[in-house]
Antibody, heavy 120, light 106 residues
């Protein structure tokens, strides 16, 4: 079964770029049928969709974050990545990667999440 | 943007109780509505997809209903492991989550 695991720095300085990677095991990113997604959760808050990408390159972002976010896929490494530029304390959150079905329209499975703190 | 509003925001109940959580969309989303359960320190887990379909492995005490703008998640008989936060999520246009409903032990 497909499993996802986030990785990346746990601390990022304000104004810098946050970079995370999600490694997919038990399945192929390039087999099609799914969008590869990022979702975040600020401490004690609800869930916020960041965006997702199809292996072919089609990408969709949350309009509220679109100007600062880039999602990319490395099919050779079965990984996909998230970059958030010009971060502030408001970007402190647990970041989850998840699989979103094309034609299925729900998130499953999810990675365990990784906490990123923005602080100097 | 489609807004999702859950009610109540928090709920206290006892083991064995029947519990209903409501999710309302700001416009029709037909049946593009999913429910997730999140326990402290864990990732959300899919419970119900397409408004009323039970995800594989999820106990049958969980059920979902609704169409258009109004949806419900029902737990027929609360078990100790059900105390968690529940989120609805629409995928009709983009993706939006509800603000969550925290289910606590009375």
């Amino acid at each position: 079964q497909v499993q996802l695991q986030e990785s990346g720095p746990g601390l990022v300085k304000p104004s810098q770029t946050l970079s995370l990677t999600c490694t997919v095991s038990g399945g192929s990113i390039s087999s099609g049928g799914y969008y590869w997604s990022w979702i975040r959760q600020q401490p004690g808050k609800g869930l916020e969709w960041i965006g997702y990408m199809y292996f072919s390159g089609n990408t969709f972002y949350n309009p509220s974050l679109k100007s600062r976010v880039t999602i990319s896929i490395d099919t050779s490494k079965t990984q996909f990545s998230l970059k958030v530029s010009s971060v502030t304390a408001a970007d402190t959150a647990i970041y989850y990667c998840a699989r979103f079905g094309s034609g299925r329209y729900w998130f499953d499975p999810w990675g365990q999440g990784t906490l990123v703190t923005v602080s100097s | 943007d489609i807004q999702m509003t859950q009610s109540p925001s928090s709920l206290s109940a006892s083991v064995g109780d029947r519990v209903t959580i409501t999710c309302r969309a700001s416009q029709s989303i037909t049946s593009y509505l999913n429910w997730y359960q999140q326990k402290p320190g864990k990732a959300p887990k899919l419970l119900i997809y397409a408004a009323s379909s039970l995800q594989s492995g999820v106990p049958s005490r969980f059920s979902g209903s609704g169409f258009g703008t109004d949806f419900t998640l029902t737990i027929s008989s609360l078990q100790p492991e059900d105390f968690a936060t529940y989120y609805c999520q629409q995928s009709y246009s983009g993706v939006t989550f509800g603000q969550g409903t925290r289910l606590e032990i009375k």
